[in-house]
């Protein structure tokens, strides 16, 4: 109505808990992170990426497991991880699999309770020739055991070595088709989250 002073309704605000499978200083992977961050404030409303530091994470070992208890910099991680609406994974590929710093962070957030279980989730990859396709598809693997939901389209094999440069020598995105790319993905893991948040507790159909 001409004239209507009535608040307008606010937008969802998603927080996507965003992991580097690399501790490199320079890592493309990261780099991919931090572009997705400014993409998020320039242009994708209701998304907020929160970089997760996993470089301090020890390496999983159950002794370290005291009264229920985890290692502080553990009980830090599965915090922001149980934090998260979802999740944007951004991992080099490692010898046709899963990078380490990568599969160890999953492993802590797994531990009881489970904190990854039923969340969307989205994987970017740069690596080398084949641009990470098969870290990203045992991450998936590893996601069917987590309960981790995953965006099936669009995908991101970033061959991060070939023309034309993707990179500066900081790890800087830079390639305006690739940024595009990572912004689709981007607004297709937001709509999955929310999609995800408003199914009913019981799905079951009526017999």
């Not at 991680?77 to 010898?95: G, I, Q, T, W």
Request: glycine fraction near 8%.
């Amino acid at each position: 109505m001409e004239g209507s002073t009535a608040p307008e309704a606010k937008a969802t605000v998603l927080r996507v808990a965003a992991i580097s499978g690399s501790l490199r200083r320079g890592s493309a992977n990261t780099g991919l992170i931090r572009a997705a961050k400014e993409i998020c404030e320039e242009s994708i409303p209701g998304l907020i990426i929160d970089h997760v530091d996993i470089s301090d994470l020890p390496l999983l070992n159950t002794d370290l497991e005291v009264d229920g208890g985890f290692p502080p910099a553990v009980e830090s991680f599965r915090a922001k991880v149980r934090a998260a609406d979802c999740f944007l994974f951004a991992s080099p590929e490692y010898n046709y699999s899963i990078s380490g710093p990568l599969k160890n962070a999953l492993d802590w957030g797994s531990r009881p309770p489970n904190c990854w279980a039923d969340r969307a989730a989205a994987i970017l990859s740069a690596s080398g020739g084949s641009g990470g396709s098969r870290s990203q598809y045992h991450i998936r693997q590893v996601g069917v055991f987590l309960d981790i939901h995953f965006i099936n389209k669009p995908e991101a094999f970033i061959k991060a070595h070939q023309p034309p440069k993707k990179f500066d020598s900081d790890g800087n995105l830079i390639d305006r088709e690739t940024k595009e790319q990572l912004r689709k993905i981007l607004l297709s893991l937001q709509a999955f989250a929310l999609r995800l948040q408003s199914k009913p507790a019981n799905s079951e159909q009526a017999t």
